[in-house]
T-cell receptor
């Protein structure tokens, strides 16, 4: 099946640990995105990438890092510098013009 | 600046009723999309609608780009329509900005 796969679905992190969220797509899309959603809120852009080996900070990049070594993969690392990491994380990809974004099922991260 | 504003924030509907959700967006935003977030959190594409009108079953959407707004119509609502509806628009280098959503509850 074509789509976007995020793993794991649920993730628990201890204070001070780095964790990596996986996002893989087989849609052959060039652009990929990471968003954060807090309860009752809209989605805020963390990082995005238009092509392999290139990525740009979004509105709330502090405490996060990404890589884009392959077209189909865009992992997000939540570092210990992120002070409030508990949230729902959504990955998306989109094709070129006209741009139409598709989303994965999300990863719910909880700090314990 | 980049603005995507949705109204109303919350809506309670009796099953079978019709409703309209509105999205206003700033000049730098275009190529609107509407999404439905299901109870498990996944965002489902409803419409890509930069302008004009599209229909899919009981849902339809209209974007008037010159007046910077888009409308999502839900007709004959069902309990499965409950959830959060998001409007999102592209700006800059294919960045996607979201509104805060319309929380819809359909009561049987």
């Amino acid at each position: 099946d074509g789509g976007i796969t995020q793993s794991p679905k649920y993730l628990f992190r201890k204070e001070g640990q780095n964790v990596t969220l996986s996002c893989e797509q087989n849609l052959n899309h060039d652009a990929m995105y990471w968003y954060r959603q807090d309860p009752g809120q809209g989605l805020r852009l963390i990082y995005y990438s238009q092509i392999v080996n290139d990525f740009q900070k979004g509105d709330i990049a502090e405490g996060y890092s990404v890589s884009r070594e392959k077209k189909e993969s865009f992992p997000l690392t939540v570092t210990s510098a992120q002070k409030n990491p508990t949230a729902f994380y959504l990955c998306a990809s989109s094709m070129g013009g006209p741009p139409t974004a598709f989303f994965g099922q999300g990863t719910r991260l909880t700090v314990v | 600046g980049i603005q995507v504003e949705q109204s109303p924030p919350d809506l309670i509907l009796q099953e079978g009723a019709n409703s309209t959700l509105r999205c206003n967006f700033s000049d730098s935003v275009n190529n609107l999309q509407w999404f439905h977030q299901n109870p498990w959190g996944q965002l489902i594409n409803l419409f890509y609608i930069p302008s004009g009108t599209k229909q899919n079953g009981r849902l339809s959407a209209t974007t008037v780009a010159t007046e910077r707004y888009s409308l999502l119509y839900i007709s004959s609502s069902q309990t499965t329509d409950s959830g959060v509806y998001f409007c999102a628009g592209y700006y800059g280098n294919n960045r996607l900005a979201f509104g805060k959503g319309n929380q819809v509850v359909v009561i049987p």
